[in-house]
């Protein structure tokens, strides 16, 4: 389960129709939060920090590129659902993926090794197959957009970076992670499908040696790097190696599609007569890359159609394997203290509190004009509605699940206390 960090009192509440329960990650182009629609179901809502409605062609490029991004077959990603563009907060709501970064895992247990990293290798090309099938570029892979779940690694995030590369180019900026950029990413050049590939390549690289191909540091330092040096490769060998290398080509017109990228490590490369369409090789390489069996559902068509933001959330499938289920039993011996944790930092409980405390302080003053037993009694008034607000709005406000069952025990699962970074 990723870290899920309760909200800061400038963080929203609400996202359209979602309720927002806490921070997933931050980063340059916006805030993610653990949301909740109205079915009950957990989403994971992207809140922009781009402001689209001071350039309305910009903001109409956002919108078709989100679009197309939403109709990415389900292959290794996580779905987008809704976008709002509209609004004065403007995002983008995609199926919430439990697990943790490709970048967290890698961080906490190491490189990736044998069969692992062939299925870590198969999944994301597989999703990203899907993407460029779907004439999506997703402009910002790299391991901390690869979600590690409990049926294989998801790509998530794609599209988004795209589009707002669009509003980024009117002020020179060029946005993306250096480590993973393409040469022609830094020369703003001829970005396209092949970018991707590089991308993934570098990702997968990094998996193995954990530490991306071209090194860290400044960005200036790993842009000459990128632009004019080879790949560090460790941990990688075989055919993998040499598909990691041709990947990471400088010249993105010798790089492989990824079709081609997918097939080879499907092993149909090898046998130049057996061509196989490339909705079964997602298909493949889907379950070539899951960890557990996955229960087939119908897929949506995959062929491009005209399709207008919609102006109420899309209904997510009731088969979505980012659901939690619900887990009957006692309730957890720490729920009343997880609820009493969330309530004690409101700042409207608190404000009121302090209110009528000064209220009382200046009662005291009028009783008795004197300083101390104003004081005292602002104090003590404080302390008592302050303690009573806590405990009414503590026991009358318990934690709910998705599907609407009591969750104490979920809240201190999936709710824990802030930690230092995203």
């Given at each position: 389960?990723?870290?899920?960090?309760?909200?800061?009192?400038?963080?929203?509440?609400?996202?359209?129709?979602?309720?927002?329960?806490?921070?997933?990650?931050?980063?340059?182009?916006?805030?993610?939060?653990?949301?909740?629609?109205?079915?009950?179901?957990?989403?994971?809502?992207?809140?922009?920090?781009?402001?689209?409605?001071?350039?309305?062609?910009?903001?109409?490029?956002?919108?078709?590129?989100?679009?197309?991004?939403?109709?990415?077959?389900?292959?290794?990603?996580?779905?987008?659902?809704?976008?709002?563009?509209?609004?004065?907060?403007?995002?983008?709501?995609?199926?919430?993926?439990?697990?943790?970064?490709?970048?967290?895992?890698?961080?906490?247990?190491?490189?990736?090794?044998?069969?692992?990293?062939?299925?870590?290798?198969?999944?994301?090309?597989?999703?990203?197959?899907?993407?460029?099938?779907?004439?999506?570029?997703?402009?910002?892979?790299?391991?901390?957009?690869?979600?590690?779940?409990?049926?294989?690694?998801?790509?998530?995030?794609?599209?988004?970076?795209?589009?707002?590369?669009?509003?980024?180019?009117?002020?020179?900026r060029i946005m993306g992670t250096a480590p993973y950029m393409a040469p022609e990413r830094f020369r703003d050049e001829d970005v396209g499908p092949a970018s991707d590939v590089f991308a993934w390549a570098a990702t997968i690289a990094f998996a193995a040696a954990g530490r991306p191909p071209f090194g860290t540091g400044p960005v200036g330092v790993v842009m000459n790097q990128v632009l004019h040096e080879p790949p560090e490769l460790?941990?990688?060998?075989?055919?993998?190696?040499?598909?990691?290398?041709?990947?990471?080509?400088?010249?993105?017109?010798?790089?492989?599609?990824?079709?081609?990228?997918?097939?080879?490590?499907?092993?149909?490369?090898?046998?130049?007569?057996?061509?196989?369409?490339?909705?079964?090789?997602?298909?493949?390489?889907?379950?070539?890359?899951?960890?557990?069996?996955?229960?087939?559902?119908?897929?949506?068509?995959?062929?491009?159609?005209?399709?207008?933001?919609?102006?109420?959330?899309?209904?997510?499938?009731?088969?979505?394997?980012?659901?939690?289920?619900?887990?009957?039993?006692?309730?957890?011996?720490?729920?009343?203290?997880?609820?009493?944790?969330?309530?004690?930092?409101?700042?409207?409980?608190?404000?009121?509190?302090?209110?009528?405390?000064?209220?009382?302080?200046?009662?005291?003053?009028?009783?008795?004009?004197?300083?101390?037993?104003?004081a005292a009694v602002g104090v003590v008034t404080f302390v008592v509605v302050y303690g009573v607000r806590l405990l009414v709005a503590t026991t009358l406000t318990p934690m709910v699940e998705p599907d609407g069952h009591p969750a104490d025990a979920a809240a201190d699962q999936h709710m824990p206390a802030p930690r230092p970074g995203a």
């Amino acid at each position: 389960m990723p870290d899920v960090t309760p909200l800061n009192p400038w963080d929203p509440r609400q996202a359209g129709p979602y309720e927002l329960l806490g921070r997933l990650g931050a980063g340059g182009q916006g805030v993610v939060y653990l949301g909740r629609d109205e079915q009950g179901r957990w989403v994971a809502v992207k809140v922009i920090n781009v402001d689209l409605h001071q350039d309305p062609r910009a903001k109409s490029r956002f919108a078709k590129e989100i679009a197309a991004a939403r109709r990415v077959a389900p292959f290794c990603t996580a779905q987008i659902l809704f976008a709002d563009v509209d609004g004065d907060l403007p995002y983008v709501v995609s199926e919430f993926i439990e697990g943790v970064t490709l970048h967290r895992h890698v961080h906490e247990h190491g490189p990736v090794t044998g069969n692992a990293l062939h299925r870590l290798a198969v999944g994301t090309a597989t999703a990203l197959a899907a993407i460029h099938q779907s004439d999506v570029v997703h402009c910002d892979l790299k391991p901390d957009n690869v979600i590690l779940g409990a049926d294989g690694p998801r790509v998530i995030d794609f599209g988004i970076a795209r589009a707002l590369d669009v509003t980024e180019t009117l002020t020179g900026r060029i946005m993306g992670t250096a480590p993973y950029m393409a040469p022609e990413r830094f020369r703003d050049e001829d970005v396209g499908p092949a970018s991707d590939v590089f991308a993934w390549a570098a990702t997968i690289a990094f998996a193995a040696a954990g530490r991306p191909p071209f090194g860290t540091g400044p960005v200036g330092v790993v842009m000459n790097q990128v632009l004019h040096e080879p790949p560090e490769l460790t941990g990688l060998a075989g055919p993998l190696a040499d598909l990691i290398a041709h990947c990471l080509e400088k010249d993105h017109r010798v790089r492989p599609r990824s079709e081609e990228v997918l097939l080879r490590l499907l092993g149909h490369a090898a046998r130049p007569g057996t061509a196989l369409p490339i909705q079964s090789a997602l298909r493949a390489g889907t379950d070539a890359a899951a960890t557990q069996p996955v229960p087939r559902a119908p897929l949506p068509s995959t062929r491009p159609v005209a399709m207008d933001l919609p102006a109420t959330p899309a209904t997510a499938s009731p088969t979505l394997s980012s659901r939690p289920p619900h887990r009957p039993g006692p309730a957890h011996p720490h729920g009343w203290t997880s609820r009493l944790r969330r309530q004690y930092a409101d700042p409207w409980g608190t404000s009121v509190a302090i209110f009528l405390g000064a209220v009382g302080a200046a009662a005291g003053y009028v009783a008795s004009t004197a300083v101390a037993t104003a004081a005292a009694v602002g104090v003590v008034t404080f302390v008592v509605v302050y303690g009573v607000r806590l405990l009414v709005a503590t026991t009358l406000t318990p934690m709910v699940e998705p599907d609407g069952h009591p969750a104490d025990a979920a809240a201190d699962q999936h709710m824990p206390a802030p930690r230092p970074g995203a």
